[in-house]
């Protein structure tokens, strides 16, 4: 089955166009929220804990989120949460020098929780209409949707923060999450809905113990979660201030850094997804590492990074559509959306941890250089943890 033919699923169709358009709004607003911390005079650290506020709300709530899931109709829950990313966006304007950095937490947290929740919701309902081969398509599809919106967005993001300025940034983010909200009107899902007579409390500790039994699960979930070896963001911004800004502007350096690195992206599931199974999964593992470690040593000249970091994207789409496909085949469909809003909460604990890492070693005065490389080295541990997961598990 081709994308083309999975793309003629009215439900997948739908919600690709609105994974479109919401997802190049968050990336197209983040290059402006990049740029304005670093014009600000915001430290390391201080860059570190906001990133770090986009990936925190799947972590902290992740079992209400999972509850909330399993028990709201799902277009419903998609429209408060489009509405409360609107809200939030808007509030990113307020935003006006160092020391409203601590309003500029909450917005993002509040945002994120809402995309956070959606993105689960999403993935959640997937395996429910989708089987099979489409379903592993569908993922893909995502991956490069987010993949694309990536690119073009943190393209035309540092194009437009250069050229304006961080309000009209926000306010284009606003009107594409308007027009996403009215796509999602015309939404329809034939889907019998779930029963549960369990309470909130119960749902939550039904999940947890459902996990707890499933051995198989939570190593698939750390798998997936090593892909969090590749959150660049706070690494990228601090390349921009230490290296690239005597080349070019710090928004610019920022979005086209992060676009070529979404070309990667987008390319890559095109090139490898046909390739990647269960059996040789490892060596794709080992083979994302090898490709960081090689990044971090030509990184620090502009021209060689662009190149070094498409490269870099090439496998990471692919590594992380095709872990969610297996974690998805596993999990009974009553219990999809709270251990898909668990995996989310160990994916991003991965991203944040490596977030702080990168942010407290800068700190500390280590070349970025040797933070990617330990970064790239996490992928080759992840190679010998699978590789023991395979033979625990034929």
Not at 174 to 202: C, D, R, W
Not at 232 to 243: E, G, K, S
Request: with cysteine.
């Amino acid at each position: 089955m081709t994308y083309l033919e999975t793309l003629k699923h009215p439900v997948v169709a739908r919600l690709t166009l609105i994974q479109f358009i919401s997802y190049f709004g968050s990336w197209f607003s983040q290059v402006a929220i990049a740029s304005m911390l670093v014009e600000y005079g915001a430290s390391e650290m201080a860059i570190a804990y906001v990133f770090m506020m986009i990936m925190l709300p799947a972590i902290l709530l992740a079992p209400i989120s999972g509850w909330i899931i399993d028990r709201i109709e799902f277009k419903k829950l998609m429209q408060v949460l489009l509405l409360i990313e609107i809200a939030m966006t808007l509030l990113f304007m307020t935003i006006n020098s160092i020391d409203s950095i601590g309003w500029l937490m909450l917005f993002l947290f509040i945002r994120s929780l809402a995309a956070s929740t959606l993105f689960s919701a999403e993935m959640a309902l997937f395996p429910k209409i989708l089987k099979g081969e489409i379903l592993k398509n569908t993922n893909e599809i995502h991956s490069i949707v987010w993949s694309v919106c990536f690119a073009v967005g943190m393209a035309l993001g540092g194009l437009v923060t250069y050229y304006f300025d961080y309000d009209t940034t926000f306010m284009i983010d606003v009107i594409l999450y308007v027009i996403a909200s009215f796509v999602l009107l015309g939404l329809h899902i034939s889907l019998k809905p779930t029963k549960h007579t369990e309470s909130a409390m119960e749902m939550m500790k039904s999940g947890f113990v459902y996990l707890k039994n499933h051995k198989k699960l939570l190593h698939l979930i750390i798998i997936h979660s090593s892909l969090g070896f590749t959150a660049f963001d706070t690494l990228v911004t601090l390349l921009a201030d230490l290296h690239y800004k005597y080349i070019i502007a710090i928004p610019l350096a920022i979005g086209w850094i992060n676009a070529s690195r979404a070309i990667g992206l987008s390319v890559g599931p095109l090139l490898f997804s046909r390739f990647i199974n269960e059996k040789n999964l490892h060596y794709f593992f080992a083979l994302q590492g090898l490709l960081i470690i090689l990044w971090s040593f030509i990184q620090n000249n502009f021209s060689y990074s662009l190149i070094g970091i498409v490269i870099v994207g090439l496998l990471s789409t692919s590594l992380w559509s095709y872990t969610y496909y297996l974690l998805q085949q596993e999990i009974e469909s009553q219990y999809l959306g709270r251990v898909i809003a668990y995996n989310d909460m160990i994916f991003m604990t991965t991203n944040i941890m490596v977030t702080l890492f990168v942010g407290y070693a800068a700190k500390m005065g280590m070349e970025l250089n040797y933070i990617t490389i330990v970064m790239g080295s996490g992928f080759l541990l992840t190679a010998v943890y699978y590789r023991w997961f395979q033979k625990a598990y034929e």
